[in-house]
T-cell receptor
């Protein structure tokens, strides 16, 4: 089991550019979560999917953020346009049923 | 507004001694609590959990204590080992397995050999 796979590991971009973060959940897991980690707020839930359907996106900070899960093995988190305050580590996590979350290694985003 | 608070950003402990990490929460609806451990450049990994029907849960060197009246929980690591050096996140939810886990900001534990 390769675990949750996120790409890229690091992303540096200029303000105004589009950023796309990618996630491959663990095979067989039916829920997928996107979290953002900052020093001030810790880990914040942005959105989660259940069986590829977005269930709760109330944590998405603005309309600049969007997420998709076209199939059970792939999800994207897009920021368009990006701003310096979006700089953070973005984690994807998955789980089967009500079991504990399995996190990927994260994408460190820097927007200059 | 942080519903789960870890007021100590860092903690240093000598190897072999006890590490105590603290966590406070504000939402009285929370009834399931978890601790996650995070190494640099890795994602958090589940460590231990406790339901509100208990006040203690133990797993090897790790014990979590819950004080519902004080809305406080703590993680005890005994004895502490250098490999325990990591960031520890406290998390809470309104029911077991609930999708919305509220995390604290983390405490960086350093165990000194």
């Amino acid at each position: 089991d390769a675990g949750v796979i996120q790409s890229p590991r690091h992303e540096v971009t200029e303000m105004g550019q589009e950023v796309t973060l990618r996630c491959k959940p663990i095979s067989g897991h039916n829920s997928l979560f996107w979290y953002r980690q900052t020093m001030m707020r810790g880990l914040e839930l942005l959105i989660y999917f259940n069986n590829n359907v977005p269930i709760d996106d109330s944590g998405m900070p603005e309309d600049r953020f969007s997420a998709k899960m076209p199939n059970a093995s792939f999800s994207t988190l897009k920021i368009q346009p990006s701003e310096p305050r979006d700089s953070a580590v973005y984690f994807c996590a998955s789980r089967q049923g009500l079991r504990s979350l399995h996190f990927g290694n994260g994408t460190r985003l820097t927007v200059t | 507004d942080q519903q789960v608070k870890q007021n100590s950003p860092s903690l240093s402990v000598q190897e072999g001694r006890i590490s105590i990490l603290n966590c406070d929460y504000t939402n009285s609806m929370f009834d399931y609590f978890l601790w996650y451990k995070k190494y640099p450049a890795e994602g958090p990994t589940f460590l231990i959990s406790i339901s509100s029907i208990k006040d203690k849960n133990e797993d090897g060197r790790f014990t979590v204590f819950l004080n519902k009246s004080a809305k406080h929980l703590s993680l005890h690591i005994v004895p502490s080992q250098p490999g325990d050096s990591a960031v520890y996140f406290c998390a809470a939810s309104a029911r077991t397995g609930a999708n919305n886990l509220f995390f604290g900001t983390g405490t960086r534990l350093t165990v000194i050999p």
